[in-house]
């Protein structure tokens, strides 16, 4: 992961953020001190893309997704998602994380199709590098991490959603999610693939991905894809009150056995990252991937106006 | 694969194939002709025991098995299965495949236990290989394959199902399908184990292989064995409307996506492919098991009879 | 598995049972011959803490846990398990084992804790070495198993359930069951962990495992913890049932059949077994865990009175 942490560290740098991982992380420190030495139970900490809140006197912390018009993911947003994930998972005040978004009728659309169109090789690679950091940080997490969809989350988002501990979805019949690469003339990668058997089993992420499936609420909730469906009023109590149910836990022994579910899926991309960086670079480089994810994208604008 | 290849070529040679592999393939050049060159829309073919309906419009053949009494998977059946697969496989006006009966109340009833019963070593191993290229073919096709189970299919039928995308059974309360070697006395191999866990997961797998459980069609449901249940008189329109369905997605994508999701279990059946037969051919082999085979034909006659 | 034969055999002489492995088995020789000469249909084998009946008109064994308070996993226990499941394992006239408690209200309450608390890291490897064997025996066993479950199950009593071919819980409000190692801030070793998820596939095992849940009885049928569900005063005769039904298969096929199920999980944990009893030593020698530990066992004293 050297050449990953490098490739972040020069985005933190290039994205002017305030603490680069080899000064002292202020914020991180301040967390040390003993609580009564805290003026406010809450941290507030945002960049451009991502709000991140944190409530000291439970541990937890909300991480809101404000980046219109989709909260696509694009190297900016998944460089401040992988800055904010270190951060909080290395400030010992933090132990739980809520994911939600700001953005209305939408949690993440998913991958920035502008960072895969048209751009050069090295790019393709660096935005590569940052989706499995994204990956590899919030499925290996040891916060406790629940996903509060309140708008639709196909594709990356989607993947975001299956890397947390649990899912809860408001119930509207506009919202969709599921991994729909199919759909795009693209393939999941084989981690998003991994990630998602062990949500659903083999049988339903077959079909759910040859077909690049986007299923409605119900359908998500049937086949496992989300754990539990609520009113959209209703989200922000019940995702508090589910990590504070995963929180009672003793966090070694949650860990532990946490690391102990997901580490095969986990080590078995790390096994295979560069050649997946390559396999993503080759793939999208290719002529008839860039004329489809053109024309993808012109039907888009055509859509908005 | 040479020797697979070697095998089904002289069986193609030995049963009067037109279409040998390394002559012009007349049937599978017609299709590379314009449309508009083309007479009708409807091409058939059609060998002793499965008949071949290509309707180029669609993209899609149907393969009805025709071999009395049972669609019992022969040596003979076999090869024109496989034959028959290559040949769609090649031909790229042809995209989707609908399996299905024209024998009343029968999918298939499974390996033909007269090509296990008396037979020298070198036959029961041509015989497993052809069993095995079936497999190999059928589960890693990259056609859309629908199987449109109409009647009952045990043992190899059920395998023949499982290795589609998509199972669609009529709902009628004489049919039944699973894997029940084991109440043959003879254990399903361990590829057919992972092509039904794929389906169902392993606990389900686990009590019906050690049971040899023949389900019945609401329970096949239930258990995930099928996906789809119909009355009679709409299986055939279904199965069009599922393979129109999965033939809506980009081939390339959904390609590559099926590869993914199936990889390993071909990987892992091809990297033992000759011991499997070895394995086969000694059990087979045994007295105790001839002898358990000769009473199941004794059986099957009297009952006939 | 030399090393656990010897452990084995020197517990065998210390607890006085009457049959060591190297000296002729009394009980096992009088299965062996023919129908006739038996004086009755039944025998019966105490020790002090399960009580094993061998039914030899039908084949099938019961064993019943009568070790008060709470029939948890002492060395004693696990010892007098694993000798009682080898001398059936050996005797051809036994092809079946049910399993249940004679405790009221709890089929098993798993490790004994006084066993990994203050005693020294030898004892630590010996118990943990008899766990391993008790799950390798009967997770591995050729014998038709059914757990008969009279009462809460967890931890370890949960772990004899899910090695079982099959489940049947009586219906009871109080009852629980699942492995809730988490709860005590220990972790449910790698193998627990892939016996539950062949259970009830990776979903379910992450969030239960993560959160040490006890499910209710409804609960743990509707999530395939257990198979079935019926009063108390049904369970014996469903599970003679029950083993009667896997019994009709023929023996030699179900054996080969359940091997294969359950081969991968049992070799990995062969493959991995003396660095597993290493881990257990190191991470239950640890101050914090020994100190938590007496914590939970001064508050079961405190319940008590």
Not at 71 to 100: M, Q, V, W, Y
Request: a positive charge.
């Amino acid at each position: 992961m050297a050449a990953a942490t490098v490739t972040l560290a020069r985005r933190i740098a290039r994205s002017g953020v305030l603490f680069p991982r080899s000064s002292p992380q202020v914020w991180g420190q301040a967390s040390r001190q003993p609580p009564g030495l805290l003026s406010t139970q809450h941290r507030a900490f945002s960049n451009k893309k991502i709000l991140v809140e944190l409530d000291t006197s439970s541990g937890v912390a909300t991480m809101k997704f404000k980046s219109p018009p989709v909260n696509s993911l694009s190297l900016d947003f998944l460089t401040e998602f992988c800055i904010s994930l270190e951060k909080l998972e290395n400030d010992r005040a933090c132990r739980g994380l809520i994911i939600t978004s700001t953005i209305p009728r939408v949690f993440s659309s998913g991958l920035d199709i502008m960072e895969m169109c048209g751009k050069s090789t090295e790019h393709y690679a660096e935005f590569w590098r940052a989706v499995q950091e994204m990956w590899l940080r919030l499925y290996g997490s040891n916060m406790v991490t629940v996903a509060a969809i309140n708008g639709s989350s196909p594709a990356g988002g989607c993947l975001i959603a299956l890397s947390c501990d649990y899912r809860i979805m408001v119930e509207n019949p506009k919202y969709v999610i599921g991994l729909n690469e199919a759909q795009l003339g693209i393939v999941a990668p084989f981690w998003f693939k991994d990630t998602f058997v062990n949500a659903v089993g083999h049988r339903v992420a077959e079909r759910s991905l040859q077909l690049g499936l986007l299923h409605s609420v119900p359908e998500a909730h049937q086949i496992g894809l989300v754990d539990e469906v609520v009113p959209e009023e209703k989200l922000q109590d019940k995702a508090v009150a589910v990590v504070a149910q995963w929180l009672a836990l003793p966090d070694h022994a949650r860990q532990l056995t946490k690391s102990m579910m997901r580490k095969a899926v986990l080590d078995h991309m790390l096994a295979h990252r560069e050649e997946d960086i390559q396999n993503f670079v080759n793939f999208i480089s290719k002529d008839s991937i860039q004329k489809s994810l053109s024309m993808y994208m012109e039907m888009l604008k055509k859509k908005k106006s």
